[in-house]
């Protein structure tokens, strides 16, 4: 036995050192790290591991007519870390495998269905695991499927004492270095994920160094503005070139290739259009594959990233280096992330412009004017967001856009209300991004409302309430919008808050059109409802806060 566990330990120990230097192959790494893993890269890792499989079969040592191996070692391995499909393939190879070598021994079936069924429970264990636990079961299980394949032969082999003698020589030795192995070599591939981590925050770092320093370019664009940004972008990331293109044209690029990618040539490279088609990220590892019409062009290797607006690509970033197969894991990964904060800085900028507009724009007060110091603080509550929540950004974004598109459109013309139901959630939204906590709104709108009503006639009501009674009065509460049909040509709306609520002078004062400016929206309101309906708001003053009804008809 003692001559068997040393042979073991150098099989053990040749399948370590391999797959310590295979993990190191910058090939397996990219493979390995991947987001998501598609069928082919699947299938490669199949393949891989099965060959470690297949290679603690070579190893293995004679014991009685069996083998005693390290078989199971990389097919567990495989299905633990990277999931059934490679745990059951890598199985299915390992397993054929040994019964094809020898079919007629007397411990094939039984290694064969233990080597398939190995793959099956690392499969398993791969869903009911994490990172922090998946050695401690690659150990105990390797054990356990060790118990399983020795009982398998004292069933399976004719001679029971033949089979016991087998498993006398082999159970303990065998259990225990597969079982060490299966741990080990989890723990070895397992850095490869530590360090997949640790290129994420470093990434997460250069895009944020990034961010910094291009945004006064987005804050206030001009001719300029993308050329800078892409400069800067050259420099953090190392790169030869950097351009970024709108969907048919390139708007920048910078570096090598500049005298040939100009500003304003139309794109086309197939590269390029079919990231704007298909909205994914691609790299192209070669010259041929970059496909630039200039033969003196020195680009070799380039990432293409698309640009959103929305869900609709809207343009690319492309990173280009002069070296072929330049494109590591690294890159790819800040690609990505350059990729989703450019877009949403592109998104900024053009808000930028309807804050002009709206600054110089002279809305009438029966229009709901737009407060600039609203529009201000919004802007500075998606700047905050872009570094630490991009995604909240973007949502804050849309509920601005859709804001101020009503503000800017909005007129005298009757609106459908569920128009001015979206302006008022889109306000609501980027009040509740800068409060927080502070601020609860509660919707009790009926569904399927068809009417028409004054343009803007909701919104300043809301607006008074969470301004007037919530953040001036104790700083935090709730702000409650009801919207019912009350007939077939009908409907009430009741805005309801529980702040300060609004004195009786200030109602008398609407109610007479004597009020001062700070509550001219109520005023607005009410004369426009008046006027359109004879009859306008109905204010109380509640023991905590205010109510605000009025009826809305056909």
Same mark, same amino acid.
């Given at each position: 036995?003692?001559?068997? +566990?040393?042979?073991?330990?150098?099989?053990?120990?040749?399948?370590?050192?391999?797959?310590?230097?295979?993990?190191?192959?910058?090939?397996?790494?990219?493979?390995?790290?991947?987001?998501?893993?598609?069928?082919?890269?699947?299938?490669?890792?199949?393949?891989?591991?099965?060959?470690?499989?297949?290679?603690?079969?070579?190893?293995?040592?004679?014991?009685?007519?069996?083998?005693?191996?390290?078989?199971?070692?990389?097919?567990?391995?495989?299905?633990?870390? @990277?999931?059934?499909?490679?745990?059951?393939?890598?199985?299915?190879?390992?397993?054929?495998?040994?019964?094809?070598?020898?079919?007629?021994?007397?411990?094939?079936?039984?290694?064969?269905?233990?080597?398939?069924?190995?793959?099956?429970?690392?499969?398993?264990?791969?869903?009911?695991?994490?990172?922090?636990?998946?050695?401690?079961?690659?150990?105990?299980?390797?054990?356990?499927?060790?118990?399983?394949?020795?009982?398998?032969?004292?069933?399976?082999?004719?001679?029971?004492?033949?089979?016991?003698?087998?498993?006398?020589?082999?159970?303990?030795?065998?259990?225990?270095?597969?079982?060490?192995?299966?741990?080990?070599?989890?723990?070895?591939?397992?850095?490869?994920?530590?360090?997949?981590?640790?290129?994420?925050?470093?990434?997460?770092?250069?895009?944020?160094?990034?961010?910094?320093?291009?945004?006064?370019?987005?804050?206030?664009?001009?001719?300029?503005?993308?050329?800078?940004?892409?400069?800067?972008?050259?420099?953090?990331? @190392? =790169?030869?070139?950097?351009?970024?293109?709108?969907?048919?044209?390139?708007?920048?690029?910078?570096?090598?290739?500049?005298?040939?990618?100009?500003?304003?040539?139309?794109?086309?490279?197939?590269?390029?259009?079919?990231?704007?088609?298909?909205?994914?990220?691609?790299?192209?590892?070669?010259?041929?594959?970059?496909?630039?019409?200039?033969?003196? @062009?020195?680009?070799?290797?380039?990432?293409?990233?698309?640009? &959103?607006?929305? =869900?609709?690509?809207?343009?690319?970033?492309?990173?280009?280096?002069?070296?072929?197969?330049?494109?590591?894991?690294?890159?790819?990964?800040?690609?990505?992330?350059?990729?989703?904060?450019?877009?949403?800085?592109?998104?900024?900028?053009?808000?930028?412009?309807?804050?002009?507009?709206?600054?110089?724009?002279?809305?009438?007060? +029966?229009?709901?004017?737009?407060?600039?110091?609203?529009?201000?603080?919004?802007?500075?509550?998606?700047?905050?967001?872009?570094?630490?929540?991009?995604?909240?950004?973007?949502?804050?974004?849309?509920?601005?856009?859709?804001?101020?598109?009503?503000?800017?459109?909005?007129?005298?013309?009757?609106?459908?209300?569920?128009?001015?139901?979206?302006?008022?959630?889109?306000?609501?939204?980027?009040? &509740? =991004?800068?409060?927080?906590?502070?601020?609860?709104?509660?919707?009790?709108?009926?569904?399927?409302?068809?009417?028409?009503?004054?343009?803007?006639?909701?919104?300043?009501?809301?607006?008074?309430?969470?301004?007037?009674?919530?953040?001036?009065?104790?700083?935090?509460?709730?702000?409650?919008?009801?919207?019912?049909?009350?007939?077939?040509?009908?409907?009430?709306?009741?805005?309801?808050?529980?702040?300060?609520?609004?004195?009786?002078?200030?109602? &008398?004062?609407?109610?007479?059109?004597?009020?001062?400016?700070?509550?001219?929206?109520?005023?607005?309101?009410?004369?426009?409802?008046? @006027?359109?309906?004879?009859?306008?708001?109905?204010?109380?003053?509640?023991?905590?806060?205010?109510?605000?009804?009025?009826?809305?008809?056909?």
């Amino acid at each position: 036995m003692i001559e068997l +566990l040393r042979s073991l330990s150098n099989n053990l120990g040749y399948i370590l050192l391999i797959a310590f230097l295979v993990s190191n192959i910058n090939v397996f790494k990219t493979l390995i790290q991947k987001d998501e893993l598609r069928k082919k890269n699947l299938i490669l890792l199949s393949l891989i591991f099965g060959a470690f499989g297949i290679l603690g079969t070579y190893t293995g040592t004679e014991i009685n007519g069996a083998i005693a191996n390290t078989r199971i070692i990389g097919i567990m391995s495989g299905g633990i870390l @990277c999931g059934p499909f490679v745990g059951i393939t890598s199985g299915l190879i390992a397993g054929i495998h040994r019964f094809l070598l020898d079919p007629h021994g007397i411990t094939t079936i039984p290694c064969s269905i233990t080597t398939i069924i190995s793959g099956l429970v690392s499969g398993y264990i791969y869903t009911k695991s994490d990172n922090s636990n998946k050695w401690a079961w690659g150990f105990f299980t390797g054990l356990a499927i060790q118990s399983f394949e020795m009982i398998l032969i004292m069933f399976m082999v004719p001679d029971f004492n033949t089979a016991l003698n087998i498993v006398r020589s082999i159970y303990f030795p065998m259990s225990f270095a597969n079982a060490i192995g299966i741990a080990i070599l989890i723990l070895i591939i397992q850095r490869i994920f530590k360090e997949k981590d640790e290129i994420s925050a470093e990434q997460a770092q250069i895009a944020l160094e990034i961010a910094n320093k291009t945004l006064p370019h987005f804050r206030e664009m001009d001719e300029n503005s993308l050329e800078n940004i892409c400069s800067i972008i050259k420099d953090a990331v @190392c =790169a030869d070139a950097v351009a970024i293109t709108d969907r048919t044209c390139i708007l920048a690029h910078v570096g090598i290739g500049s005298d040939h990618h100009i500003k304003g040539n139309k794109i086309e490279t197939q590269a390029t259009k079919k990231v704007i088609i298909d909205g994914q990220l691609i790299t192209l590892s070669g010259k041929d594959n970059i496909c630039c019409n200039n033969p003196n @062009c020195q680009l070799k290797s380039a990432l293409i990233s698309p640009l &959103k607006e929305d =869900a609709t690509v809207s343009g690319t970033l492309k990173i280009y280096y002069c070296k072929e197969n330049a494109i590591s894991y690294r890159n790819v990964k800040l690609a990505a992330g350059l990729s989703q904060l450019i877009s949403t800085q592109l998104e900024i900028s053009k808000l930028g412009e309807l804050k002009n507009m709206a600054n110089k724009a002279e809305i009438k007060a +029966l229009q709901a004017q737009i407060n600039p110091h609203f529009l201000f603080n919004a802007l500075n509550t998606i700047v905050s967001f872009i570094r630490i929540n991009p995604d909240e950004a973007r949502k804050l974004i849309i509920n601005l856009s859709t804001y101020l598109r009503h503000n800017i459109e909005s007129g005298e013309n009757f609106v459908d209300i569920n128009k001015e139901i979206e302006q008022v959630k889109a306000y609501v939204e980027i009040e &509740k =991004a800068r409060f927080g906590d502070k601020l609860n709104v509660i919707y009790d709108i009926e569904e399927n409302l068809d009417i028409k009503i004054p343009s803007l006639i909701i919104q300043p009501l809301v607006e008074n309430s969470i301004k007037h009674g919530i953040l001036e009065g104790s700083g935090s509460g709730s702000v409650s919008i009801k919207i019912r049909k009350i007939k077939d040509d009908s409907i009430q709306v009741c805005i309801e808050d529980d702040g300060c609520g609004i004195s009786k002078e200030i109602i &008398k004062g609407i109610y007479n059109d004597d009020i001062d400016n700070t509550k001219i929206g109520l005023l607005n309101v009410h004369k426009r409802l008046k @006027c359109i309906y004879g009859q306008g708001l109905f204010i109380d003053e509640l023991d905590y806060g205010s109510r605000i009804v009025f009826t809305l008809k056909q």
